[in-house]
Nanobody, 123 residues
């Protein structure tokens, strides 16, 4: 297993969760990273991305100002801090490693995927 996501759970609307994604060094080095999510009956969608160095980030409009992506290259780990959660944030969240060092939102740019972690936000 090259990517391992964790930190999902049940939270009330307005609450916070922090997702983590531990990667193997081979998967993580020189790779941009991203978080995607998939709600029941919907397609997988982009949430946030970060460049290899961490200097560039990009967010979906739906989470901008509420979610923060970060990474610790020494620990081969990427994080997604989720604040002010809404019921519509309920989904399985996946971390992924891009084939490129720069930020990308294109799902086909991501070659490695974690197993997903479920986030449920109750109203």
């Amino acid at each position: 297993v090259q990517l391992q996501a964790s930190g999902g759970g049940l939270v009330r609307a307005g609450g916070s969760l922090r997702l983590s994604c531990a990667a193997s060094r081979r998967t993580f080095s020189n790779n941009g990273m991203g978080w995607f999510r998939q709600a029941p009956g919907k397609e997988r969608e982009f949430v946030a991305a970060i460049s290899w160095s961490g200097s560039s980030t990009y967010y979906a409009d739906s989470v901008k100002g509420r979610f923060t992506i970060s990474r610790d290259n020494a620990k081969n780990t990427v994080y997604l801090q989720m604040n002010s959660l809404k019921p519509e944030d309920t989904a399985v969240y996946y971390c992924a490693a891009s084939r490129y060092a720069a930020v990308t939102t294109v799902i086909t740019s991501y070659g490695y995927w974690g197993q997903g972690t479920l986030v449920t936000v109750s109203s």
